[in-house]
């Protein structure tokens, strides 16, 4: 025993630094497939891809219906779906890519998509053939990294104030015009409704937790969160002055105190002030217009974010929603593209999708949907095009890193909202904690 | 018993058989054996050797020495992440093991429906770790919960319990507290061991009950609570759901609750910086052994086995 | 095993030996092992402390509420719609809304069922792995004498110091190098070897307080290892083994991560990562389903509790052993 555990054992030491060694070094960059090993098609032409995205219930259930129409549609291809939610899909991907066992499609994410396109983990759709005529240049640039196109983008969203107009009449403040109100006015009227609305009705929740209005106040400045090199493109004025309105916010009462803006940010859209009811503004991505309307009961409005007239431009955006990306390593090439291309020119995969994935990028199918959305969806797609005129240009793919800067924005602006910063502090902390994490 | 003991020892002497246990030994413990070198060394022994790289996940890991140990040393956050999690272990480990004792006292015997009771306590460590935890908790610590309603009741304004840095970390101490669920469970197993006859022997020498609690409850029970200990103290160094859950995942607010465990896990799968986050896993690892060791020497002191 | 007198843990006397046969035998039968833990004796109740005992119920139900208070409110949003669950947060709901079980047992690919049947699969195969080689690992570190004992069981403790995130890309490899991907394999066979050492530790200290003469009795009586600890150790263990197997059901029963990263294809998923499947950050979330499919999944563990506890409960006397 006391020999064969010796012996055993330092055999088996070996073997570990062996595989240590050589599997990691060889699976994070040689070419394994993502379909597992034993779902491997037969000879007779049948080819099975995997499909992998995050979300909730419905849209695995709208995702189902489309993969059995493409299925119907491409007899030898089969599609293997593997979902779930957000958190843990990136963990997954993450985990199976250091494997080597990379999805064969997968849907990517602005702050994601530089990572993995670093890498070449994802692969040149340009070259894959997928046809993209129907989408704009524009959208087509948001997932184009170095002059090759890693992601097409599925739809678009944009950063907007969700208002409801129901508090509004019950505080007796009138809507403000969004082309023209200002960020001082966006204190104001928040203000207003908070005391004419009555006891535990807030004028606005608080908008710090989420890099995007940050990015539309920098770009109404003419500057941009990032460059399109990757690096950081704020002035500290910007960022200092981006967290002040919500010191203006908390000390005028048009929001909740430090605290509860804390619990708001992590209720999601349904126990919102606005899903709650028990506040009038708050700013959201288009898309979650739905989820809010449906959680508060009303009929609520979207508006643009102050400031578009206050200075050098207009800073509102489009944002892809998400990508369809392809592995770099997959076995089976041609048959992913020709599902990517399903997904994003069928008109008949719109009409199930609708706007889950963001008002669809392929123009001619946007138009085709647009008499089947809920009355939510069709506010968001006239909003949408009311804002085409006015958007400059859109911001390129975010640098490597970025992923952080949620949890960096998220961190800092408590820190602000309970006194422990000055904005000045906080725009300081806040530029060297992201420039580390793009710099690193 | 004593007879036993007796006659068995003259058998020994008289056989004088025993020398070790070498072959048994490696019967029994072969699936464990094989399950060592199968399953546990590779992943174990490749987070060591990740922790000298600059493995990022998606990229094959290159050798770079000490340097993550050394980048260690100077990220305020990894300062921050063991203070909290050292704060926390300290306090939250002996209230639960004494909350888990006290309660599987009450509930061990002489009184109706304590099989009802267990179960009705034991509900909460049932949880798990449910995407729904995290909107009860809102719903019973935030600004406007619970607690606060009642607090209000008596005329004191209360706080948002898990949203405010001040008090979030108290907050899930208290919630650790309150899944007292598994301790109490082994607890309660170790009362049931404890042979009747004892007690009965105390009885006849005329023990009170509290004596008997001093001299067999807990001499015989202490093999169990240093199990408890042991396994409570390795498992609250490495607390992560809970306060990923309540944080939705930051460890806020601003790093209030950022448990180890929780910033590594940022660090390895939010930052791609897997090599980092191995260095503090072996860091981490280097402390609990040391609390254990250290457990396991002062348990000679306090602890009762048979053998 | 000791030469050394036999430590004894209670303060007095030891008692006498149970029957008059073990001396002349030399051994105790295991009847007679049996007859050394006889039931506790019914506790006489008489009326006077029934004040006191209401008092006692009274302070119990009062302290379950506050236990239970989470959960109550989570069975009552189950019968709320889910756009009354922000907006109404009482614990009666005002609107009685079942639609959130048949919606949420349906609203994933496979009918919720099909979930918990692989949960089942899962925590079934796991429990019994650890029953087993727990056991028998906790056997050897309890009982048997082997050169680096110690050694061997640090190396056993050690193994559950390291967080998971940073060995489950590893693992993945290995698993993924078998083919075990989206098996119940790697959930599974790694219980079958062991690799629990929180239950190892855990039986090894139920069986060291075991007293030892019974197996040394026993070993002279030509009783092999294989023998005692299936007739001595494991029957006497009994509360040991409950507690293994009702917390190992529990645990797998919940585990996320690790079947989240092992299990890629939805027919293959379990409970808590369908759970999972309802709320995501980005887009809508059906609170009102899941609150309804969590109380669903809740119930088998619950049962299991309910009924596994009897198990722990029962004294070593009233195990059976023959």
């Given at each position: 025993m006391r020999v064969t555990i010796h012996r055993r054992t330092r055999r088996g030491v070996a073997l570990v630094a062996l595989m240590a060694s050589g599997a990691l070094a060889l699976s994070a960059c040689s070419g394994d497939s993502g379909a597992m090993p034993n779902d491997d098609g037969g000879g007779d032409g049948d080819v099975e891809i995997r499909y992998a995205w995050w979300g909730s219930d419905d849209r695995h259930q709208t995702t189902q219906e489309i993969i059995d129409l493409f299925e119907e549609k491409n007899p030898g291809i089969t599609v293997t779906p593997d979902f779930t939610d957000w958190d843990g899909y990136w963990d997954k991907l993450a985990t199976a890519t250091a494997a080597g066992d990379t999805p064969d499609v997968i849907t990517q994410e602005e702050r994601y998509l530089s990572e993995y396109a670093s890498q070449d983990i994802v692969a040149d759709l340009g070259e894959l053939g997928v046809?993209?005529?129907?989408?704009p240049a524009e959208t087509l640039a948001t997932g184009t990294i170095d002059d090759t196109l890693y992601g097409v983008a599925t739809g678009v969203n944009a950063y907007a104030m969700v208002a409801d107009p129901q508090i509004f009449a019950d505080a007796g403040v009138e809507m403000p015009d969004d082309t023209t109100w200002t960020w001082e006015d966006y204190v104001d009227v928040a203000g207003k409704l908070s005391k004419g609305a009555g006891d535990g009705v807030w004028g606005t929740q608080d908008y710090g937790f989420n890099e995007a209005g940050l990015a539309v106040l920098a770009r109404q400045k003419g500057e941009t969160l990032y460059t399109p090199d990757g690096e950081l493109g704020l002035s500290k004025e910007t960022v200092a002055e981006f967290f002040q309105v919500s010191l203006d916010l908390m000390a005028n009462e048009g929001q909740p105190d430090a605290s509860r803006s804390v619990e708001y940010q992590n209720a999601g859209p349904e126990g919102s002030l606005l899903g709650t009811n028990a506040g009038a503004m708050g700013v959201w991505w288009s898309n979650q217009l739905g989820a809010l309307s449906d959680a508060s009961g009303r009929e609520l409005e979207l508006l643009r974010l102050p400031g578009e007239s206050q200075f050098e431009r207009t800073g509102m955006y489009f944002k892809p929603a998400m990508y369809y990306s392809i592995s770099a390593t997959t076995e089976h090439p041609e048959e992913s593209a020709k599902f990517v291309d399903f997904l994003l020119n069928d008109p008949e995969v719109a009409a199930l999708q609708l706007t889950d994935r963001g008002l669809p990028s392929n123009t001619t199918v946007r138009e085709s949907i647009l008499p089947e959305l809920t009355a939510a969806d069709q506010k968001v797609a006239e909003f949408m095009e009311g804002l085409e005129s006015d958007v400059v240009d859109n911001p390129p793919v975010p640098p490597q890193?970025?992923?952080?800067m949620q949890d960096i924005m998220i961190r800092i602006n408590t820190e602000v909202l309970f006194g422990n910063l000055t904005p000045d502090e906080a725009a300081d902390a806040f530029l060297k904690g992201v420039g580390a994490a793009i710099g690193g | 018993m004593a007879v036993i003991h007796e006659v068995a020892r003259t058998r020994r002497a008289a056989t004088e058989h025993r020398k070790g246990d070498g072959r048994a030994a490696a019967l029994f413990l072969a699936p464990w054996f094989v399950g060592l070198v199968l399953i546990t060394a590779f992943p174990l022994l490749a987070s060591l050797y990740l922790s000298f790289t600059d493995y990022s996940l998606l990229r094959a890991p290159g050798w770079v020495g000490i340097e993550n140990y050394t980048a260690m040393f100077s990220d305020p956050r990894f300062f921050q992440a063991l203070k909290v999690t050292f704060t926390y272990v300290i306090v939250s480990v002996p209230l639960q093991l004494v909350a888990a004792l006290g309660l599987a006292l009450v509930l061990d015997k002489g009184l109706k429906g304590l099989a009802f009771y267990r179960s009705i306590y034991y509900l909460p460590s049932l949880l798990g770790a449910s995407v729904a935890i995290a909107i009860l908790w809102r719903q019973v610590f935030g600004a406007d919960g619970l607690i606060n309603q009642v607090l209000a009741f008596f005329g004191i304004e209360g706080q948002g319990w898990v949203s405010h840095p001040d008090y979030a970390l108290g907050t899930l101490i208290v919630l650790n507290v309150w899944t007292f669920g598994a301790p109490m469970v082994i607890f309660l197993a170790g009362l049931r061991q404890v042979p009747t006859m004892y007690y009965e022997a105390a009885a006849i020498d005329g023990a009170g009950r509290l004596r008997q609690f001093r001299n067999i409850t807990v001499p015989l029970l202490t093999p169990i609570i240093f199990f408890n200990l042991v396994l409570q103290l390795i498992g609250a160094f490495q607390t992560f759901t809970q306060a990923y859950i309540v944080s939705g995942g930051t460890?806020?607010?601003?790093?209030?609750?950022?448990?180890y465990t929780l910033y590594l896990y940022e660090k390895g799968f939010g930052s791609f910086e897997m090599g980092y986050a191995s260095a503090m896993a072996w860091f981490l690892l280097l402390i609990i052994a040391g609390m254990t060791a250290v457990n396991f020497v002062a348990s000679k002191y306090w602890v009762f086995y048979d053998d | 095993m000791t030469d050394a007198p036999v430590r004894r843990a209670a303060p007095s006397d030891s008692p006498a030996a149970p029957s008059s046969g073990a001396a002349g035998r030399g051994t105790p039968s295991l009847s007679e092992v049996a007859a050394?833990?006889?039931?506790?004796?019914a506790r006489r109740r008489p009326a006077g402390p029934r004040l006191r005992r209401l008092g006692k119920h009274v302070a119990l139900v009062v302290f379950g509420f506050v236990m239970l208070y989470p959960l109550l409110w989570m069975l009552a949003s189950s019968f709320k719609p889910t756009a009354l669950i922000f907006r109404e947060p009482g614990l009666i709901p005002t609107e009685w809304d079942f639609s959130n079980y048949t919606e949420g047992w349906n609203a994933l690919l496979d009918p919720f069922g099909h979930y918990l049947l692989n949960s089942a699969i899962v925590v079934l195969g796991s429990v019994l792995g650890n029953l087993v080689s727990c056991s028998m690992a906790a056997y050897a570190f309890a009982r048997l004498k082997f050169r680096g004992r110690n050694l061997w069981f640090a190396v056993m403790l050690m193994s559950i110091m390291l967080p998971i995130h940073v060995i489950i890309v590893p693992q993945y490899i290995l698993f993924s190098s078998l083919s075990w991907?989206?098996?119940?394999l790697p959930l599974i066979v790694p219980k079958l070897l062991a690799t629990d050492a929180f239950f190892i530790f855990l039986m090894v200290q139920f069986f060291r307080g075991i007293p030892k003469e019974l197996d040394e009795a026993a070993r002279l009586d030509g009783c092999g290892h294989g023998r005692i600890f299936l007739r001595i150790m494991l029957p006497l263990s009994l509360p040991a083994l409950a507690t293994t197997a009702i917390f190992t059901f529990i645990w797998t029963w919940n585990d996320f991560f690790s079947q989240l990263i092992f299990l890629t294809k939805p027919d293959m998923y379990t409970v808590p990562i369908a759970l999972r499947t309802f709320v995501d950050a980005t887009s809508n979330s059906s609170w009102g389903p899941l609150f309804a499919m969590s109380i669903v999944s809740l119930i088998p563990v619950f049962l299991v509790f309910l009924f596994g506890q009897k198990y722990l409960v029962k004294g070593i006397a009233t195990t059976g052993i023959k």
């Open positions: 046809d993209t005529s129907e989408i890193g970025s992923s952080e | 460890g806020g607010p601003v790093d209030s609750t950022l448990f | 050394a833990y006889p039931d506790p004796p991907i989206n098996t119940f």
